[in-house]
């Protein structure tokens, strides 16, 4: 089974009505609706924005339905010159937390430079950068790119306030090297490491990572590309390994 979790429904309501015998589940605070596309058993969840609501929502389908992997998908916002356009792909090749820290006259210090990890696993302490399935991440990128479709696999930056400003915009670059912006994966990354679960993000972009400007997003192309992506990928049987 796979379980995917957008931030908001809007984000998933193409998927929900691609599948089959759709059933509607209620998990503490969450709506749930199980099916299947093709031979793939999904679970999809609508997590609510931000990180605390992905953290809560995670944790807890995680802990009741122990999937074999979970996929966030949804809109984020590109950073300038990462060569992304509006409803192009993006995948995640980690996840930062990029507003995790301190800020003090001599600049913004993250957890690292405070000694201060945010995961201390027996292997190792993550502070602000956590992991996703690397070959998985990899090969749904090249999947996606053999249609001719635009997609680049880098850094995911993870905020509580987005960058609505060319300044924080440029120094938030120049801290994490991401490609693209939002306000969730990084604590659906966080849990699925604790967890040992396999961890997939996919976002679309929907705006650009600048002086904010709302006439220049595009939600609705990138909540259609980012979910057509994802039945791309299951068209192209990425996900058919997980359990042979």
Known sequence: MIVLVTAV???????RQRLTAPQQHRCAHINLTSGAIGHLNLVIA?????KANTAATTALL???LQPALVVMIGCGGAFPDCGLQLGDLAIASE?????????????????????????????????????????????????LNSESTRC?????????TCSGTNELSHQRQQQTHAIIENMEGAAAAHHCLLTQTRFLEL?????????????????????????????????????SGLFS
């Not at 939600?219 to 590309?225: F, H, V």
């Open 9 to 15: 429904d809007q984000e998933n309501t193409l998927l």
């Open 46 to 50: 609508t997590c609510g924005i931000g």
């Open 62 to 64: 995680i802990q009741q």
């Open 95 to 143: 996840e930062i937390y990029a507003d995790e820290g301190v800020m003090t006259p001599e600049g913004f210090l993250n957890m690292a430079d405070l000694k201060l990890p945010l995961a201390d696993t027996p292997a190792t302490p993550y502070f602000n950068r956590f992991p996703v399935d690397q070959p998985l991440a990899e090969q749904a990128c090249q999947l």
């Open 152 to 160: 680049v696999s880098g850094p995911f930056s993870t905020v509580s």
């Open 203 to 239: 976002r679309s972009v929907s705006n650009f990572v600048e002086q904010r400007d709302l006439s220049r997003w595009d939600l609705p192309l990138a909540m259609t590309n980012a979910q057509k992506a994802f039945l791309s990928l299951i068209d192209q049987g990425l996900f």
